[in-house]
């Protein structure tokens, strides 16, 4: 595996997935040395925790030691051991490391959120809406099926509300991909689904202000052949402009060779990502 420094140095990639995902590939060490290579400052591990219990899909799984276990804070403790052990390692060689988490929002999670919270001290805890209706819009095998009964209006406008409670919960540190139904929404709906998040950025910029939520930059978009980030442009600048903080750089690694991916692209957009973030 080769993977080229990026040309700036010391930008912290704030959304990975190791292979505690049942979705990812990659050790939290290959993670790190990847990081090294790429030459970030910075890495925060945020895993998957699915767990809506009324989930039509796959997803409700941590993998551990090559072992699917359901998702519960139990399940989660190899995982955080391993994200701080790697925390000790890598410091000395010049990596910050750490520990995060990507909550998949459903409708009446608050208490178990709050409970995990309880149970580990995670420095990141990104909140993503992967699903409408209880499906998963955002994967290949799915989203067919979840978008094949709603409009397109009726998709996005059921995303913004879910992303609204989830901002309002004041719970997590930020919304991850805040635009993600693009992901296939193009494929499945036509262009216009690029337009659609004009009827919602004032209510869900005032309610991520109004908690203190912040949003990412996240360039999975361009993996996935957008030929933008999530959110859009448009969306970084409304939210900056309605005092929205955008702290944090993204890639969504599912491998480690995606770590940084277009960060050189990205990171003039999130001052905050350069030289780490240790506030
Ligand atoms: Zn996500
Ligand atoms: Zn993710």
């Not at 925390?87 to 990507?102: I, M, N, R, T």
């Not at 929404?185 to 036509?190: D, M, N, T």
Request: with cysteine; charged share 25%.
């Amino acid at each position: 595996m080769h993977i080229e420094p990026l040309p700036i140095d010391g930008l912290s990639d704030y959304h990975v997935h190791c292979d505690y995902s049942v979705d990812a590939t990659g050790t939290i060490e290959e993670y790190c040395e990847a990081a090294l290579k790429r030459e970030l400052a910075e890495i925060c591990f945020t895993t998957h925790f699915d767990s809506n219990p009324k989930s039509d899909g796959f997803a409700n799984y941590i993998r551990v030691k090559g072992e699917k276990k359901p998702a519960t804070p139990e399940h989660l403790a190899p995982y955080v051991n391993d994200v701080l052990a790697a925390q000790e390692k890598y410091y000395p060689l010049g990596l910050s490391v750490k520990l995060g988490l990507e909550f998949g929002w459903y409708a009446g999670c608050e208490e178990k959120v709050a409970r995990l919270k309880e149970w580990y001290d995670f420095e990141h805890l990104l909140v993503g809406v992967h699903e409408i209706r209880n499906l998963c819009f955002c994967a290949a095998s799915t989203f067919e099926k979840c978008f094949a009964d709603l409009s397109m209006e009726q998709a996005v406008e059921e995303y913004y509300r879910q992303v609204i409670d989830a901002a309002r919960s004041g719970l997590f540190t930020a919304v991850a991909h805040l635009d993600y139904y693009r992901k296939y929404g193009e494929q499945f709906y036509g262009k216009a689904i690029h337009q659609q998040y004009t009827n919602y950025m004032g209510e869900v910029f005032a309610a991520l202000k109004d908690s203190g939520t912040a949003i990412e930059v996240n360039t999975a978009a361009r993996r996935k052949g957008l030929d933008s980030f999530f959110p859009s442009m448009e969306m970084i600048n409304g939210a900056k402009r309605e005092g929205v903080d955008v702290l944090f750089l993204g890639s969504d690694a599912h491998a480690p060779e995606q770590v940084g991916y277009d960060f050189e692209i990205a990171a003039h957009l999130v001052p905050h990502a350069i030289g780490g973030c240790d506030d």
